[in-house]
């Protein structure tokens, strides 16, 4: 009966191991088949990447769906983090999205090679959005959770940024400075540099500000804020109303940086420190020559204002004066505000002249070619209606 007993558990035992081993085998080649399946759908996503045009909202979607696929169906991977960080990188980091992309990397993959980078990238684009707080709060987790980073100095410097755009400019100036003393050989040191130059003027320390932009000049001619720190540097000379100094500044600038950006921005300055000079006429054919050669420029307007202004303030050029402001009011390159009031400075220009008819012809411009307000409040453009064009014809003489 023992016998008997035996022999039926031995073979209770050896079906229970034979049973072990074969879902050992199944679990061993489903858990197979689960990494080899995430790489796989990881490698789609990626190649899809490669060709990927950001400009086509259809192959956004198709993206977004190839990356979600990898990290939804197979979160335990090793690829799922980095299906995350791919699609959110793809995404503007001003975008919710990114931010919500982000947010799951950090929450779900804490231990993830790229918590820091994520980190780094929401404050960006909050940075972006001139939400400098809530940029702080990021930069500072990259600082104080991940001081090796390679994002750390950059975060730091960041931060002294956004001290600056939020108006707090003793706190950015101390956080550059500190800056400058932990990383004195970071590639930003020159930026840091301008801007410490740009707080000293703006608190009126020209000073220090200007042997700042002489130093950023000297020390880092190559660098991009060369250029920056000499534009500065003549708009301080300019700011004091020295004016022989600015000028020099300035033609420095058209003249050793070719492709700065403030090159269009030097050449009306130069105009606006003659005109401070009275040199009306050579100003007049400093902005004429910049309109001839840069008209599609995003200062053209501000360029052929000026011009108006100096026709009619300066010269007393009634003629010129409206026919420049005529040419911006009907230059459609230009934004609406900027046409408005040109239309109106044609109307305002006449009535003071007391030439009423031309004052209702170009008031009746303004109101039927400009029915909307302008983006400031209470502008007297806005003020121009049909009554006001029924008062001013009663004074026209019978």
């Not at 990898?70 to 991977?77: A, G, H, N, Q, T």
């Amino acid at each position: 009966m023992l016998k008997k007993i035996y022999l039926i558990l031995d073979a209770i035992i050896g079906v229970l191991i034979i049973a072990l081993i074969v879902i050992l085998i199944v679990n061993r080649t489903s858990r197979g088949n689960y990494y080899q399946d995430s790489y796989e759908a990881f490698q789609k996503a990626e190649e899809y990447a490669v060709s990927w045009d950001g400009t086509d909202p259809k192959k956004l979607n198709k993206l977004y769906m190839l990356y979600r696929n990898v990290f939804s169906k197979y979160p335990e991977s090793r690829w799922a983090d980095d299906a995350i960080y791919r699609l959110a990188s793809k995404i503007d980091p001003t975008e919710e999205e990114s931010f919500i992309l982000y947010r799951k990397l950090i929450t779900e993959y804490p231990d993830s090679e790229y918590v820091d980078k994520a980190l780094y990238t929401i404050g960006m684009g909050y940075y972006d959005k001139g939400k400098y707080d809530l940029a702080i709060a990021e930069f500072g987790k990259v600082i104080s959770n991940y001081p090796n980073s390679e994002l750390t100095e950059k975060a730091n410097f960041n931060v002294a940024m956004c001290r600056y755009g939020l108006g707090k400019l003793d706190q950015a100036a101390i956080e550059f400075q500190d800056f400058e003393n932990r990383y004195p050989k970071s590639d930003l040191i020159d930026d840091s540099r301008v801007y410490r130059g740009i707080i000293n003027v703006n608190k009126g320390d020209f000073e220090s500000g200007i042997k700042l932009f002489q130093d950023v000049i000297k020390d880092f001619p190559g660098s991009d804020s060369a250029d920056d720190a000499q534009f500065n540097l003549a708009a301080a000379y300019f700011t004091q109303d020295k004016i022989n100094e600015a000028i020099v500044e300035f033609e420095k600038l058209i003249r050793d940086y070719p492709d700065s950006e403030f090159q269009e921005e030097s050449q009306i300055m130069i105009a606006s420190a003659n005109e401070k000079q009275g040199n009306n006429q050579k100003a007049i054919s400093i902005l004429q020559k910049f309109l001839v050669n840069h008209s599609e420029s995003k200062h053209a307007s501000k360029a052929e204002v000026f011009m108006a202004e100096i026709y009619l303030k300066k010269l007393n050029n009634i003629n010129m004066a409206v026919q420049t402001y005529q040419k911006i009011a009907e230059n459609k390159n230009y934004d609406y505000d900027t046409r408005k009031d040109a239309q109106y400075q044609v109307g305002h220009i006449y009535e003071n002249q007391k030439e009423f008819v031309k004052a209702v012809e170009a008031y009746k411009k303004l109101v039927d070619e400009f029915p909307n307000p302008m983006s400031v409040p209470n502008h007297p453009a806005d003020k121009i209606d049909k009554a006001y064009i029924i008062n001013l014809q009663q004074k026209i003489p019978a």
